[in-house]
Each structure stands twice: as structure tokens, then as C-alpha cells.
């Protein structure tokens, strides 16, 4: 099977194409931030605050077009702090609607595997009447933090490969 890497934070340091999208986009007053860590993993970690009727935080890549089928896997190296997270892809960075899928993080590395084909749409936090992903390409991954509570977040990623079907 043929695995190109989307992002490897220990060899693309740049981080110049990731970007941080939190609540404040409307009112509220939670901030993320995303880092390389001492060991060369990326490190997204921030605060959420639910003033302001806030409660997320994600940081997005975007690329150029990759060719994908919805058998294709998506690959995460990452270690998270415990809580549920969301991985999010997009077929056009200029489309609305993005496609979800959510994960646990356990506190030790894990691989976590999301097929294309699994990820459905959703818009605003609602999930559409629609087909899951059925695209030939994607153009923009993200991942995001949301709690109804104030709290802090810490998930650590080594790499995201496309695992091709």
C-alpha cells in the first residue's frame, strides 16, 4: 500500500500553512495555539473558555490538492491528553461543510485510522442530510477541541499519512 505523508512535524517544521480557528470567530474567549515540542512533535494545546457562549479551538492545514478515494485511510501518529477530539477534512478549503469524525485519546501514542469514506458532513457543529465523503481530493485538515466547560488541552501529533486504498 502506497502511504504519502500529508504532514510530518518532525521533518516539515515549517508550520507556516497550519492556523489556529477558535471561538473568538464569534464571541468567544477560548485561544489555541500550535507549536513544535523539544522532541519534534507538533503540539496543540490551549484553553477553552465558555464566556461569551465560547467552547472551541482548532488549527487547520491547508494543502494542495491531494487525490483520495473514500477507501483511503487517514493515518494520525498522536498522543493526546484524554479527551475527545475531532479530526476534520475538506475536499475544497472554500466549502462551508467539512466531514467529521471523533476519536478518544488514551494520554500514550496512539495510531489513529479514519477511512474517507467514514467522515460525515457537518456545518456549525449540525450534521447535514447528506452522503458521507465520496470526493476524489481533499485540501484542508483540521482539528478540533470542544467542551461545554472551561478546561485546558494538550494533543501531541508526529504524523498524518493518507494510506491509500
Known amino acids: ?4 505523508t500529508i504532514f510530518n512535524f518532525q521533518n516539515q517544521a515549517d508550520l507556516s500553512h497550519w492556523h489556529i480557528v477558535d471561538d473568538l470567530v464569534m464571541g468567544g474567549r477560548s485561544n489555541g495555539s ?4 523539544p ?4 503540539i496543540y494545546s490551549g484553553e477553552i473558555s465558555t464566556e461569551n457562549n465560547g467552547g472551541f479551538s482548532s488549527v487547520r492545514y491547508e494543502f ?3 487525490s483520495v478515494d473514500a477507501n483511503d485511510v487517514i493515518q494520525i501518529r498522536l498522543k493526546g491528553d484524554g479527551n475527545l477530539y475531532q479530526f476534520r477534512i475538506k475536499h475544497r478549503v472554500i466549502d462551508k461543510a467539512s466531514y467529521k469524525a471523533s476519536f478518544e485519546t488514551t494520554g500514550k501514542w496512539q495510531n489513529i485510522e479514519i477511512r474517507l469514506g467514514d467522515l460525515y458532513p457537518t456545518f456549525r457543529g449540525r ?3 447528506r452522503p458521507n465523503f465520496d470526493h476524489d481530493s481533499i485540501e484542508e485538515i483540521r482539528f478540533l ?3 461545554k466547560k472551561p478546561v485546558t488541552f494538550e494533543l501531541l ?3 498524518i499519512n493518507l494510506i491509500k486504498a
Open 1 to 4: 500500500m502506497n502511504k504519502p
Open 34 to 37: 500550535i507549536g513544535i515540542s
Open 39 to 42: 522532541e519534534g512533535h507538533g
Open 64 to 66: 494542495e490538492p491531494i
Open 127 to 129: 450534521k447535514l442530510d
Open 145 to 147: 477541541f470542544s467542551c
Open 157 to 159: 501529533i508526529d504524523s
